[in-house]
C-alpha cells in the first residue's frame, strides 16, 4: 500500500514565511530548503561581478563532507546584499543594484556562515564566538552576545580563534534566533535560542557535548556527544544541528532540549549540509525521519531543494523529482509495517548540476562545477546558462536577482537584460608608505632576530604601521593587539586598505595584561608603540605567556635600541624522539603535562598518511618540532602553532603501511628517529640526516653489506650519544599478515647485524653480526650500553608456513627457541656480558633511572604468532642477571614510567614485580599506550586519558579519532594528536591534527 504523505499545507508548516522579494537567510529559510516563491526572468544577463580581495578561508579544505565555508553565501533584503568573509573577517553590506560595497564590519575572527536579516538589522556568526547584531543601513554595532562562557582563544584552523567559535549559522523562526557555538564536545557545546524583540535568551543548551553515548565504532562508547558545524534548520517546532562530520542532532525548539543523536546507526555518512523539508530531513545523500532520526531513504550524493509537490535531487547526470510517501510493508513477522519513504515523480538526464540546487517560482536553479543554468520546472527545458570562475557552491534569488556564490570568492549577480553595461567591482590594494622610523624597525627586526615566517603578535600595534611594514617584508602572520579602540580602528583601516587584513594580519582590541590569546604561540613578539619609545610596561607577564618556547623571540624598543629576548625550553618537558620515546623502549616521556586537557591549537593538515590499520610509524617531537611522516614525505611542523615548518620528499615512503589490519610498525620498529640538532631518516639501504630546523641534507650513511657480502637493506634505527644505530634486515624472512591478504616483502621485523656510526665523521664504528637473529623490537640502548636478545627466528612467523596451516585450524605453529641476552658497549661495540638461561621475550624495555632491563612479549591485536604473552620479567642491566620473572595477563606492549610497568592489563613495580593499584578501563581501541609523568594517553573510541595526579578515572576528549597504534604524545608541555585516521569512514565529527594543554 502507497499513499502521499506530503501535502501543501503541511509544506508550509515547514518552510518559513518568505517575503517574495528577499532572500534573508541561507537557503531562503529556516528550512534551508532552496525554495522561494520569487520568480525568475527567463534571460539573465550578468548585471556585476563582485571580486572580494581574497577567496574563502575554509576551515577544512580536505574534507568534502564539511562545505559550509567553500563560498561567501549571501542574504539579500531590499537594496542591499550581505555576506560574511572568512578571509578578512569582515561583515559586508553590498548595493543589489550595482555591487558597489555600502559598508562593512569587523569582528574578531573569520565570518564563515551567511548573516540573517531580521527588519532592519542583519546579524552574523563569528569564529570569535559572539554573535552579532548590526544595523543593516550602516552596519552599526547595535548589539553583540558570546556563545560560549570565556573570551578565551585558540590557534583553530590556522588563525585565531575562539575556543568556542560560532559555527552553529544562525536561523530564524518568527522574533526568535537559534545559533550554536562550540565543535569540540569536552570543552562543551552550547546551543542559544535568543528572542530578538528584546535581546535576552530564550534558553540556552550547554549540556549535550558531555553526552556518554555510542560512538561511531560498533561497540564504542565515550563521553562524547554533539558538536556544531553547519547551517542550523528549524523546521516545525524542531532544530537539527549539524555535528561536522556526522549526522545532525535533534532538539526541541521551544526550549532546547536534546531530542536524539544517531552517531553510531549512522557511523559512516553524514555531514554539514542539512535541509528539512516535509516529514523529512536530508543529509549525506540519505532521508531521515524528523519524529526519530530513523534512515528512511537513500538518494546518493548531490544537492536538493524543496518544490511544491515534494523534493528535487539533482546528481550531476540526473534530475529526479520525488514526493514522500507512507508504504505499508509486512515485517518479519508477517505483521504490516508502516514506513516512510519517496515515490518518484519524474526523471531527466543530462541535467548539469549536483554541486547546488535552488527553485525560484516555476524555475529550477542548478550550478554545476563551473557553471549555473536555469530550467523550467514545468518541462525541464534549459531556459539559460553562464560559466562562472570555480564551483558555484551559493546560490540566493531575491527581487528578480540571481546570486551565484563560487569557491573562489566571487559573486555574482544575473539579472533582466538591461542596456547597462555589467559593473565589475574588484577590491584593489593602495599602495603605503611606511614612514622612516617603521622602515628601519622592521629591517632591524628582521636582520637582529631572523624570524621571517610563522605567527607574530605586535603587542600594543599603535597605528599598525609597523605590523603593516612586517606583513610587507616578510612571511610572518601578524595578530596586532591594543588596548586604545582608536589605534585598532586606525590599523584596520590601514592593513584593509592595503589588502593584507584577515589573511596576513588580523588587529584586536584587548586588555594588554589578558590578552585572552592563546599561550606559547608567538614565534616572534614585536611592539609598534614600543618602537615609538613609549614602555609596554603593564603586559610582561603577558608577553612572556604568549612567547613559544624553543627559541620564540621577543624584540622591543626603539631602532638602535632593541633588545632582544629568546625563551628556551619548556621545564619538565618531554621529548618523544623514537618510536617507542627513546632508544630505551619506555613508551613514556618525563613530561609533567595534567588534566583536565583543552585545546591549545588545532587545523586541517593537508599531508596524506597510510591507511590507520597499517600502522604507521609513530609521530616525534624534540625541541619544539613534531615530526610526521607521511604516504610520500617527512613533515616538520611547529608544535606550538601546528605551522608547517619543511617536507622533505620521500615518494612511496609508507607503501608497506598502506593497507588493512597489519602487524605494520609493531613489528618492523620507526624508520626515522631523531637526536641533536638532526633528524635521521633510513630507507633501501641508506640513512639521511637531515637538518631538523631546515630539512637539509647534511649526511648519507650506507648500510654495509649482509654478512653473505650482498647489499644490506637497513632496518631498526635510533641515535644516542652521537652514535646512530642501525641494522641489516633479514629480507627472507617475511611474516605473515595479521587478518586479510597484504604484502608484507617490505615489512621486516628481524636482522642479521646490528651497526654502529659515528655521527659526525661517518665512520662505522662497530658491527655485530647476529648468531642467529634480532628481532627490531628486542634492541634497546641506554646509559652507553646496547641491550639486543639473539635468537633464532620463530618460524610460526613466517608467511609460507600460514599458508600451510591455512584451514587447519588443529595445527599449532611451531615452537619458538629462547636465545641469549646480550649486552654491547655502544661506542666500542664490544660485548660487556650475555646471558642464555631462559631468554623468551620478543621485547626488551630500559630503564636508566633503575638500573632494570624488562622483557616481555608484545601480545597486542593483529600480533605475530609468537608474541605468545603471559609473562614478564626484569633483569639488572648493568650485570645481567634476573632480578624477578612472573607469570602476567596484559594485552599491549608494556610501558615504564619511573618505576611502574603499565600496560592494558596491570601495573607492575619495575623492581620487585609487585602488583600495584591499576585501574584501567577503555573502550573500542586497539592502539597502543603512551605515557607521561603523570598521565596514560590511548584510543578509547574517541581519545582517552588516565590522569594518574588525580581521581578522575578514564577522561575522554571528544569528537576526533586516534590511531591504531601510538599518534598521541604527552611531550613538550602538551599532548601531541596528528591526524592518523586515514582510510576510515567513521564519522568522528573532526579530522584533524590538535594539539591539547593541560591544566596549569
Keep these: 500500500?502507497?499513499?502521499?504523505?506530503?501535502?501543501?499545507?503541511?509544506?508550509?508548516?515547514?518552510?518559513?514565511?518568505?517575503?517574495?522579494?528577499?532572500?534573508?537567510?541561507?537557503?531562503?529559510?529556516?528550512?534551508?530548503?532552496?525554495?522561494?516563491?520569487?520568480?525568475?526572468?527567463?534571460?539573465?544577463?550578468?548585471?556585476?561581478?563582485?571580486?572580494?580581495?581574497?577567496?574563502?578561508?575554509?576551515?577544512?579544505?580536505?574534507?568534502?563532507?564539511?562545505?559550509?565555508?567553500?563560498?561567501?553565501?549571501?542574504?539579500?533584503?531590499?537594496?542591499?546584499?550581505?555576506?560574511?568573509?572568512?578571509?578578512?573577517?569582515?561583515?559586508?553590506?553590498?548595493?543589489?543594484?550595482?555591487?558597489?560595497?555600502?559598508?562593512?564590519?569587523?569582528?574578531?575572527?573569520?565570518?564563515?556562515?551567511?548573516?540573517?536579516?531580521?527588519?532592519?538589522?542583519?546579524?552574523?556568526?563569528?569564529?570569535?564566538?559572539?554573535?552579532?547584531?548590526?544595523?543593516?543601513?550602516?552596519?552599526?554595532?547595535?548589539?553583540?552576545?558570546?556563545?560560549?562562557?570565556?573570551?578565551?582563544?585558540?590557534?583553530?584552523?590556522?588563525?585565531?580563534?575562539?575556543?568556542?567559535?560560532?559555527?552553529?549559522?544562525?536561523?530564524?523562526?518568527?522574533?526568535?534566533?537559534?545559533?550554536?557555538?562550540?565543535?569540540?564536545?569536552?570543552?562543551?557545546?552550547?546551543?542559544?535560542?535568543?528572542?530578538?524583540?528584546?535581546?535576552?535568551?530564550?534558553?540556552?543548551?550547554?549540556?549535550?557535548?558531555?553526552?556518554?553515548?555510542?560512538?561511531?565504532?560498533?561497540?564504542?562508547?565515550?563521553?562524547?556527544?554533539?558538536?556544531?558545524?553547519?547551517?542550523?534548520?528549524?523546521?516545525?517546532?524542531?532544530?537539527?544541528?549539524?555535528?561536522?562530520?556526522?549526522?545532525?542532532?535533534?532538539?526541541?525548539?521551544?526550549?532546547?532540549?536534546?531530542?536524539?543523536?544517531?552517531?553510531?546507526?549512522?557511523?559512516?555518512?553524514?555531514?554539514?549540509?542539512?535541509?528539512?523539508?516535509?516529514?523529512?530531513?536530508?543529509?549525506?545523500?540519505?532521508?531521515?525521519?524528523?519524529?526519530?532520526?530513523?534512515?528512511?531513504?537513500?538518494?546518493?550524493?548531490?544537492?536538493?531543494?524543496?518544490?511544491?509537490?515534494?523534493?528535487?535531487?539533482?546528481?550531476?547526470?540526473?534530475?529526479?523529482?520525488?514526493?514522500?510517501?507512507?508504504?505499508?510493508?509486512?515485517?518479519?513477522?508477517?505483521?504490516?509495517?508502516?514506513?516512510?519513504?519517496?515515490?518518484?515523480?519524474?526523471?531527466?538526464?543530462?541535467?548539469?548540476?549536483?554541486?547546488?540546487?535552488?527553485?525560484?517560482?516555476?524555475?529550477?536553479?542548478?550550478?554545476?562545477?563551473?557553471?549555473?543554468?536555469?530550467?523550467?520546472?514545468?518541462?525541464?527545458?534549459?531556459?539559460?546558462?553562464?560559466?562562472?570562475?570555480?564551483?558555484?557552491?551559493?546560490?540566493?534569488?531575491?527581487?528578480?536577482?540571481?546570486?551565484?556564490?563560487?569557491?573562489?570568492?566571487?559573486?555574482?549577480?544575473?539579472?533582466?537584460?538591461?542596456?547597462?553595461?555589467?559593473?565589475?567591482?574588484?577590491?584593489?590594494?593602495?599602495?603605503?608608505?611606511?614612514?622612516?622610523?617603521?622602515?628601519?624597525?622592521?629591517?632591524?627586526?628582521?636582520?637582529?632576530?631572523?624570524?621571517?615566517?610563522?605567527?607574530?603578535?605586535?603587542?600594543?600595534?599603535?597605528?599598525?604601521?609597523?605590523?603593516?611594514?612586517?606583513?610587507?617584508?616578510?612571511?610572518?602572520?601578524?595578530?596586532?593587539?591594543?588596548?586604545?579602540?582608536?589605534?585598532?580602528?586606525?590599523?584596520?583601516?590601514?592593513?584593509?586598505?592595503?589588502?593584507?587584513?584577515?589573511?596576513?594580519?588580523?588587529?584586536?582590541?584587548?586588555?594588554?595584561?589578558?590578552?585572552?590569546?592563546?599561550?606559547?604561540?608567538?614565534?616572534?613578539i614585536v611592539s609598534g608603540r614600543s618602537v615609538a619609545g613609549e614602555e609596554i610596561a603593564e603586559g610582561q607577564d603577558e608577553i612572556a605567556r604568549l612567547q613559544r618556547p624553543y627559541g620564540g623571540m621577543v624584540c622591543l624598543g626603539a631602532p638602535g635600541e632593541m633588545s632582544v629576548k629568546t625563551r628556551g625550553a619548556l621545564a619538565d618537558a618531554g621529548q618523544w624522539t623514537h618510536q617507542y620515546s627513546n632508544p630505551a623502549n619506555t613508551c613514556s616521556s618525563v613530561d609533567s603535562i595534567k588534566g583536565p586537557l583543552s585545546i591549545l591549537w588545532f587545523r586541517d593538515v593537508a599531508l596524506e598518511m597510510p591507511q590507520r590499520h597499517g600502522r604507521g610509524h609513530a609521530p616525534l617531537f624534540h625541541q619544539g618540532r613534531l615530526f610526521v611522516e607521511?604516504?610520500?614525505?617527512?613533515?616538520?611542523?611547529?608544535?606550538?602553532?601546528?605551522?608547517?615548518?619543511?617536507?622533505?620528499?620521500?615518494?612511496?615512503?609508507q607503501r608497506a603501511h598502506d593497507a588493512d589490519h597489519l602487524m605494520g610498525t609493531a613489528g618492523t620498529g620507526s624508520n626515522f628517529c631523531a637526536a641533536g640538532d638532526s633528524v635521521f631518516v633510513r630507507r633501501d639501504d641508506t640513512c639521511v640526516r637531515l637538518d631538523a630546523a631546515t630539512g637539509e641534507v647534511l649526511t648519507r650513511y650506507e648500510a654495509p653489506k649482509s654478512p653473505d657480502g650482498k647489499k644490506g637493506k637497513w632496518g631498526y634505527i635510533a641515535c644516542e650519544d652521537g652514535i646512530l644505530f642501525g641494522s641489516v634486515v633479514n629480507e627472507d624472512h617475511i611474516v605473515q599478515h595479521s587478518w586479510k591478504p597484504a604484502d608484507m616483502s617490505e615489512l621486516f621485523t628481524e636482522s642479521k647485524m646490528l651497526f654502529a656510526f659515528d655521527v659526525e665523521s661517518g665512520e662505522k664504528l662497530w658491527q655485530y653480526d647476529a648468531r642467529e637473529s634480532i628481532r627490531n623490537n628486542a634492541i634497546a640502548i641506554g646509559d652507553g650500553q646496547v641491550f639486543l636478545i639473539d635468537r633464532a627466528l620463530a618460524p610460526g612467523d613466517r608467511l609460507d608456513q600460514a599458508e600451510k596451516r591455512r584451514g587447519k585450524t588443529d595445527m599449532k605453529p611451531a615452537e619458538h627457541p629462547t636465545g641469549e641476552l646480550v649486552i654491547l658497549n655502544a661506542r666500542s661495540g664490544k660485548i660487556k656480558m650475555k646471558n642464555d638461561k631462559d631468554i623468551f621475550g620478543t621485547v626488551l624495555v630500559f630503564s636508566e633511572a633503575n638500573d632494570m632491563l624488562l622483557m616481555s612479549y608484545q601480545p597486542t591485536r593483529f600480533r605475530l604468532p609468537s608474541e605468545v604473552g603471559g609473562r614478564i620479567a626484569v633483569f639488572r642491566a648493568s650485570e645481567g642477571y634476573r632480578v624477578w620473572d612472573k607469570p602476567m595477563k596484559y594485552v599491549t606492549r608494556p610501558l615504564v614510567t619511573d618505576r611502574t610497568i603499565y600496560t592494558q592489563g596491570g601495573a607492575w613495580d619495575l623492581l620487585t614485580g609487585e602488583t600495584q593499584p591499576f585501574e584501567f578501563k577503555r573502550s573500542y581501541g586497539c592502539g597502543q599506550l603512551a605515557a607521561g609523568k603523570n598521565m596514560l594517553l590511548f584510543r578509547s573510541a574517541t581519545l582517552g586519558y588516565l590522569d594518574l595526579s588525580r581521581p578522575e578515572g578514564r577522561e575522554d576528549f571528544g569528537g576526533i579519532r586516534p590511531g591504531c597504534w601510538i599518534n598521541a604524545l604527552p611531550v613538550g608541555g602538551l599532548v601531541l594528536l596528528p591526524d592518523a585516521s586515514a582510510g576510515c569512514r567513521c564519522s568522528y565529527q573532526n579530522r584533524a591534527w590538535v594539539a591539547f594543554q593541560g591544566s596549569d
Design 1 to 524: 500500500m502507497l499513499r502521499n504523505f506530503l501535502i501543501p499545507a503541511l509544506l508550509v508548516l515547514f518552510v518559513s514565511p518568505l517575503s517574495a522579494a528577499d532572500w534573508k537567510q541561507f537557503r531562503g529559510n529556516a528550512a534551508r530548503d532552496g525554495y522561494t516563491t520569487d520568480s525568475l526572468p527567463a534571460d539573465l544577463a550578468l548585471a556585476w561581478v563582485h571580486h572580494p580581495a581574497h577567496p574563502p578561508q575554509t576551515a577544512w579544505p580536505r574534507d568534502d563532507r564539511m562545505l559550509f565555508d567553500r563560498a561567501f553565501h549571501v542574504v539579500a533584503a531590499g537594496d542591499t546584499v550581505f555576506y560574511g568573509s572568512s578571509a578578512d573577517g569582515q561583515i559586508h553590506a553590498l548595493d543589489a543594484a550595482t555591487g558597489q560595497e555600502k559598508w562593512t564590519f569587523y569582528t574578531d575572527g573569520p565570518v564563515r556562515f551567511a548573516p540573517v536579516v531580521w527588519r532592519d538589522q542583519v546579524y552574523a556568526v563569528s569564529d570569535d564566538g559572539y554573535l552579532y547584531c548590526l544595523s543593516a543601513a550602516d552596519g552599526s554595532l547595535i548589539r553583540k552576545w558570546r556563545g560560549g562562557p570565556e573570551d578565551d582563544m585558540v590557534l583553530g584552523n590556522g588563525t585565531l580563534t575562539s575556543r568556542w567559535p560560532a559555527r552553529g549559522g544562525p536561523v530564524i523562526v518568527e522574533d526568535t534566533l537559534y545559533y550554536a557555538a562550540g565543535i569540540w564536545q569536552s570543552e562543551k557545546v552550547f546551543l542559544h535560542a535568543l528572542d530578538l524583540t528584546t535581546g535576552e535568551s530564550v534558553w540556552t543548551n550547554g549540556e549535550s557535548g558531555q553526552i556518554e553515548m555510542p560512538q561511531p565504532h560498533g561497540g564504542a562508547n565515550a563521553n562524547s556527544g554533539i558538536s556544531a558545524q553547519g547551517y542550523v534548520v528549524a523546521a516545525g517546532d524542531q532544530l537539527f544541528v549539524p555535528t561536522g562530520r556526522a549526522v545532525p542532532a535533534a532538539f526541541q525548539r521551544t526550549d532546547g532540549a536534546f531530542q536524539y543523536y544517531h552517531l553510531q546507526k549512522n557511523g559512516h555518512t553524514g555531514g554539514t549540509s542539512t535541509m528539512a523539508s516535509g516529514p523529512f530531513f536530508y543529509n549525506g545523500g540519505l532521508a531521515f525521519v524528523a519524529s526519530d532520526g530513523e534512515k528512511a531513504d537513500k538518494l546518493g550524493a548531490g544537492a536538493v531543494a524543496a518544490f511544491p509537490e515534494g523534493l528535487l535531487h539533482a546528481d550531476g547526470h540526473t534530475l529526479r523529482a520525488l514526493q514522500p510517501v507512507e508504504t505499508t510493508e509486512p515485517d518479519r513477522r508477517g505483521q504490516p509495517q508502516t514506513k516512510m519513504t519517496h515515490k518518484e515523480l519524474w526523471k531527466t538526464e543530462k541535467i548539469p548540476g549536483g554541486t547546488s540546487l535552488i527553485v525560484a517560482g516555476d524555475t529550477i536553479v542548478s550550478g554545476a562545477s563551473d557553471s549555473v543554468a536555469t530550467f523550467r520546472l514545468e518541462d525541464r527545458e534549459q531556459q539559460w546558462t553562464a560559466q562562472v570562475d570555480g564551483k558555484p557552491y551559493g546560490l540566493a534569488v531575491a527581487a528578480g536577482r540571481l546570486y551565484v556564490s563560487t569557491d573562489q570568492g566571487t559573486i555574482y549577480c544575473f539579472a533582466a537584460a538591461s542596456p547597462d553595461e555589467t559593473k565589475t567591482v574588484k577590491a584593489e590594494p593602495q599602495e603605503t608608505t611606511a614612514d622612516e622610523l617603521v622602515a628601519k624597525a622592521a629591517e632591524e627586526i628582521i636582520k637582529t632576530t631572523g624570524v621571517t615566517a610563522g605567527y607574530c603578535v605586535d603587542f600594543g600595534c599603535g597605528d599598525g604601521r609597523l605590523a603593516l611594514e612586517l606583513a610587507k617584508q616578510t612571511d610572518l602572520t601578524i595578530f596586532a593587539v591594543d588596548s586604545d579602540p582608536a589605534n585598532v580602528a586606525a590599523a584596520r583601516q590601514l592593513i584593509n586598505a592595503a589588502g593584507l587584513y584577515g589573511t596576513r594580519v588580523a588587529v584586536h582590541q584587548r586588555d594588554l595584561a589578558a590578552t585572552t590569546y592563546p599561550k606559547y604561540f608567538a614565534n616572534l
Design 630 to 653: 607521511g604516504m610520500d614525505a617527512l613533515r616538520a611542523v611547529d608544535a606550538y602553532n601546528g605551522r608547517t615548518l619543511w617536507e622533505y620528499a620521500l615518494p612511496g615512503v
